[in-house]
């Protein structure tokens, strides 16, 4: 394994950064500080109100005098651990999508910050990396769903705490260390298989923020695989110009963790299709036939009710009355690209880990 090149100093500090010395899922004295306060996740319940085993650290966003000590950061062994529990509550099948993913999101961003502190960058590293950043895909187009809000109230209640922001802003977080790490390995002159497609994942991204951040972020993109990059460009292209033709027929031909990255951009492009459409119609509303809009705006018949629901547009039949006449509430809504290609199985079941033969592997295509 290719290691940060460089040395431990005194008290377990490594120049700037620290060297963690915890190889448990949470600190000793964090134990001792949540269980004096009862503060037990439901996640994290063992045999006994006293039984701390289930433990993972939580995150912090003050770095202080408390959580800064080499004692308090895990090791490799202890994010190792902390790793495989996640994924156990990934598969609690008896748990809603919104509850496990606040919880995971904590926990994860507890990961990532003890990483991060440590300066790794080596293929642990990036394996932890990238199996956070496909759980927070998932998790982010799973819950931008207006379905998920039709789940019975505790799940409406989990829903209402997501903060998509904060997840975005996580998620950038996770790809821009992995960009990181990826530019490291080049230096060193190490391959690594999923580079090209969390690379895209950081474009796509970069699509939602606007044409000069994508320019930003394809100028980063070494040349050797800029042949990689083109279906992004397509995309982007097709975004930008208000093609939404080749952007629905684009998208769904994307590998699955692209596909629900590019689902952000979705909304915006079909209220301006359907505007266009509208206006295309003529002063009088006229019917406009379902399967010519399903078709066009990536729709199947169930997400078609939803569409017209939304922006209130009156259904006959199996036709749309559309035109500029027609008042159309604009409402952003999502409506996924998963409603048409499902996501692979392995990943609705919440087991995320790292493929590494995702290029050829059925499930991430």
Same mark, same amino acid.
């Given at each position: +394994?290719?290691?940060? @090149?460089? #040395?431990?100093?005194?008290?377990?500090?490594?120049?700037?950064?620290?060297?963690?010395?915890?190889?448990?899922?949470? &600190?000793?004295?964090? !134990?001792?500080?949540?269980?004096?306060?009862? #503060?037990?996740?439901?996640?994290?319940?063992?045999?006994?109100?006293?039984?701390?085993?289930?433990?993972?650290?939580?995150?912090?966003?003050?770095?202080?005098?408390?959580?800064?000590?080499?004692?308090?950061?895990?090791?490799?062994?202890?994010?190792?651990?902390? +790793?495989?529990?996640?994924?156990?509550?990934?598969?609690?099948?008896?748990?809603? *999508?919104?509850?496990?993913?606040?919880?995971?999101?904590?926990?994860?961003?507890?990961?990532?910050?003890? +990483?991060?502190?440590?300066?790794?960058?080596?293929?642990?590293?990036?394996?932890?990396?990238?199996?956070?950043?496909?759980?927070?895909?998932?998790?982010?187009?799973?819950?931008?769903? @207006? +379905?998920?809000?039709?789940?019975?109230?505790?799940?409406?209640?989990?829903?209402?705490?997501?903060?998509?922001? %904060?997840?975005?802003?996580?998620?950038?977080? *996770?790809?821009?260390? %992995? !960009?990181?790490?990826?530019?490291?390995?080049?230096?060193?002159?190490?391959?690594?298989?999923?580079?090209?497609?969390?690379?895209?994942?950081?474009?796509?991204?970069?699509?939602?923020?606007?044409?000069?951040?994508?320019?930003?972020?394809?100028?980063?993109?070494?040349?050797?695989?800029?042949?990689?990059?083109?279906?992004?460009?397509?995309?982007?292209?097709?975004?930008?110009?208000?093609?939404?033709?080749?952007?629905?027929?684009?998208?769904?031909?994307? &590998?699955?963790?692209?596909?629900?990255?590019?689902?952000?951009?979705?909304?915006?492009?079909?209220?301006?299709?359907?505007?266009?459409?509208?206006?295309?119609?003529?002063?009088?509303?006229? &019917?406009?036939?379902?399967?010519?809009?399903?078709?066009?705006?990536?729709?199947?018949?169930?997400?078609?009710?939803?569409?017209?629901?939304?922006?209130?547009?009156?259904?006959?039949?199996?036709?749309?009355?559309?035109?500029?006449?027609?008042?159309?509430?604009?409402?952003?809504?999502?409506? #996924?690209?998963?409603?048409?290609?499902?996501? @692979?199985?392995? %990943?609705?079941?919440?087991?995320?880990?790292?493929?590494?033969?995702?290029?050829?592997?059925?499930?991430?295509?």
């Amino acid at each position: +394994m290719n290691s940060f @090149p460089a #040395q431990a100093g005194q008290n377990g500090r490594l120049d700037a950064y620290l060297v963690g010395t915890c190889s448990a899922m949470c &600190p000793p004295s964090e !134990v001792q500080e949540r269980l004096s306060h009862r #503060q037990v996740h439901k996640f994290e319940r063992g045999s006994s109100p006293a039984d701390s085993s289930l433990f993972v650290k939580k995150h912090y966003r003050i770095f202080d005098e408390y959580n800064n000590s080499p004692e308090f950061v895990r090791n490799k062994e202890g994010i190792a651990k902390s +790793m495989d529990r996640l994924r156990v509550v990934m598969d609690l099948k008896d748990e809603s *999508v919104a509850n496990r993913a606040n919880y995971l999101w904590d926990r994860y961003r507890a990961i990532a910050k003890d +990483m991060s502190v440590q300066h790794w960058m080596d293929e642990f590293a990036v394996m932890v990396y990238e199996e956070i950043g496909r759980f927070l895909i998932w998790a982010d187009e799973q819950l931008r769903s @207006p +379905m998920a809000l039709q789940q019975g109230q505790e799940q409406f209640d989990a829903v209402d705490r997501f903060d998509p922001v %904060l997840h975005l802003k996580f998620l950038n977080n *996770v790809l821009l260390s %992995l !960009v990181e790490i990826y530019d490291e390995f080049h230096r060193r002159k190490v391959e690594w298989h999923n580079e090209v497609e969390f690379r895209l994942c950081h474009l796509i991204l970069r699509i939602c923020a606007g044409p000069l951040e994508f320019a930003k972020g394809l100028k980063g993109i070494r040349k050797e695989l800029m042949s990689e990059v083109e279906d992004v460009v397509r995309l982007f292209m097709a975004y930008f110009e208000g093609d939404w033709i080749s952007f629905f027929r684009d998208v769904p031909q994307l &590998p699955w963790v692209l596909r629900a990255l590019a689902g952000r951009l979705a909304p915006e492009v079909r209220e301006r299709a359907l505007l266009a459409i509208s206006k295309s119609m003529g002063k009088r509303t006229r &019917p406009y036939p379902a399967s010519s809009l399903m078709e066009e705006l990536c729709l199947t018949a169930q997400g078609l009710v939803a569409f017209c629901k939304a922006f209130s547009l009156p259904m006959q039949g199996d036709t749309v009355m559309l035109g500029v006449g027609l008042q159309i509430a604009s409402k952003l809504l999502e409506f #996924q690209f998963s409603d048409l290609v499902p996501a @692979p199985s392995y %990943l609705l079941g919440m087991k995320l880990t790292n493929c590494a033969e995702h290029k050829s592997c059925c499930h991430c295509r």
